[in-house]
Antibody, heavy 121, light 110 residues
Framework: QVQLQESGPGLVKPSQTLSLTCTVS??????????WNWIRQHPGKGLEWIGY???????NYNVSLKSRVSMSVDTSKNQFSLKMSSVTAADTAIYYC?????????????WGQGTLVTVSS | QSALTQPASVSGSPGQSITISCTGT?????????VSWYQQHPGKAPKLIIY???KRPSGVSNRFSGSKSGNTASLTISGLQAEDEADYYC??????????FGGGTRLTVL
């Protein structure tokens, strides 16, 4: 059974960089055919796709966030990461990592439990 | 890209059927057979309940079904149960390897 677990600071100061890591267990991140996603949910609001990375390092980002987002993968640790720069209060949200089937990228079949990140001084 | 359009809320009584719509454009829902639906209970992560418009993952009740017509996808829940009370989100492929979510629909079981 594949499991995903987000980790990282729960509090980030405005203008700084948000950094989160997702650890995958129960399966290898290098198993072909998957995209590893980050999705966020503002408090009491809907889901927003941030982007994804493949185990080879190829990425695709939400156009609205592209200038501030970067993702990386560490296959030796079975982890992938998100960095979002120049954060503001508007970036306060629950951040989820999720696995998508590569052939049908909208099939997000495994999700982490989510981690709340608050942007505040 | 704007979020896909879903009704903010729907309700139904136990045993009834309800349908949640998800309206997009010819650039997303209307152009691809790649719509998925997620159920989210309070404080929990979303759970995949429908993928590729009509398919159900193993373990998901057959009371959940999906369909699509033109730019609108739909999720139908038959034989409503109290445990179905949750938020529901649609998701569509939007081209160029990007995904788009709906705004979410809160289902209340009366």
């Amino acid at each position: 059974q594949v499991q995903l677990q987000e980790s990282g600071p729960g509090l980030v100061k405005p203008s700084q960089t948000l950094s989160l890591t997702c650890t995958v267990s129960g399966g290898s991140i290098t198993s072909g055919g998957y995209f590893w996603n980050w999705i966020r949910q503002h408090p009491g609001k809907g889901l927003e796709w941030i982007g994804y990375i493949s185990y080879t390092g190829s990425t695709n980002y939400n156009v609205s966030l592209k200038s501030r987002v970067s993702m990386s993968v560490d296959t030796s640790k079975n982890q992938f990461s998100l960095k979002m720069s120049s954060v503001t209060a508007a970036d306060t949200a629950i951040y989820y990592c999720a696995r998508a089937l590569g052939a049908t990228v909208t099939t997000l079949d495994y999700w982490g439990q989510g981690t709340l990140v608050t942007v505040s001084s | 890209q704007s979020a896909l359009t879903q009704p903010a809320s729907v309700s139904g009584s136990p045993g009834q059927s309800i349908t949640i719509s998800c309206t997009g454009t010819t650039s997303d829902v209307g152009n691809y057979h790649l719509v998925s639906w997620y159920q989210q209970h309070p404080g929990k992560a979303p759970k995949l309940i429908i993928y590729e418009v009509t398919k159900r993952p193993s373990g998901v009740s057959n009371r959940f079904s999906g369909s699509k017509s033109g730019n609108t996808a739909s999720l139908t829940i038959s034989g409503l149960q109290a445990e179905d009370e949750a938020d529901y989100y649609c998701c569509s492929y939007a081209g160029r390897f990007t995904l788009l979510f709906g705004g979410g629909t809160r289902l209340t079981v009366l």
